[in-house]
């Protein structure tokens, strides 16, 4: 029997691709919840994103592979829109604050002296 | 059901990192550069009036870039992230905890009243760091996360 083909090639090659959707999926929901509570916008982004993803386990185990392949990739784009969205959002925001602070303080200065 | 690859409360701690990483470190150094512009820019102003500040906000930067580096590492699944991440979460305790002290029971400077409330809000503020890094130090995890990488 040594030279014969495993017969559930296939089944296990299917049942890893399912895993790596699964663990796909986990890693997008919480980014998407993340992209929700941390960036300005984000909750349009997040809930969008939670929203296409909602029963994606089943559909993932139930359905075939290209389906949930293109939520994840349409949640996936969503929800890097809302982070580089937030994360431009958060620099314009610290270059503003450092400004300011840095103007108030040599205002303070200028009293002093 | 199928099973993910990675376990899914470590998927959520590293992709939480991710998020939180840019961020401390962000404000971590935006707020150490504005100390040291501070004590530089103004007369009778030295870092001992600052108090704690500046080494909590370096810490923040510290942390945020461990986090990040566990965070990426994790995700492409290296056991040393979780070494990694664990070192962050346990870090952002420590930085949590030292300031509710320093700024409550211990505190001189800018003391926040009243000590208990205070003492609770930092200590929740602590607790989903302290959670994450228990459960990554769990044998269970260790394993999954060893696993995993063998797989790869």
């Known amino acids: ?113 | 059901m199928t099973a993910p690859i990675r376990p899914r409360a470590v998927t959520i701690a590293a992709v939480f990192w991710l998020y939180m990483g840019p961020s401390w470190t962000l404000a971590g150094s935006v707020m150490v550069l504005a100390c040291v512009a501070l004590v530089e820019q103004m007369p009778g102003i030295d870092y001992a009036a600052l108090d704690i500040l500046p080494w909590c906000f370096l810490a923040l930067l510290v942390c945020g870039l461990l986090g990040i580096r566990g965070a990426l590492r994790l995700l492409a699944l290296h056991e040393r992230g979780r070494d990694n991440v664990e070192r962050a979460n346990w870090a952002a305790v420590t930085i949590i905890m030292v300031f509710t002290l320093r700024t409550t029971v211990l505190g001189t400077w800018n003391r926040v009243e009243p000590i208990v409330a205070g003492m609770a809000a930092g200590a929740l503020a602590a607790l989903p760091f302290l959670l994450m890094a228990l459960m990554l130090r769990k044998a269970a995890v260790r394993s999954a996360i060893r696993s995993a990488q063998l797989r790869e």
Request: charged share 15%; proline share 4%; aromatic share 6%.
């Open chain 1, 1 to 113: 029997m040594s030279g014969a083909p495993w017969p559930y090639h296939d089944l296990a090659d299917q049942q890893r691709r399912r895993a790596v959707q699964h663990t796909r999926a986990d890693a997008w929901r919480t980014a998407a919840v993340m992209t929700c509570l941390l960036a300005p916008c984000g909750p349009l982004f997040g809930v969008a994103a939670l929203w296409l993803m909602r029963g994606i386990e089943a559909k993932i185990d139930c359905q075939p592979e290209s389906q949930a392949d293109a939520i994840l990739k349409t949640a996936r784009a969503i929800v890097i829109a809302g982070t580089g969205l937030g994360f431009v959002a958060v620099l314009i925001t610290a270059v503003t604050m450092a400004n300011v602070a840095l103007q108030l303080a040599f205002q303070l200065l200028q009293v002093r002296q």
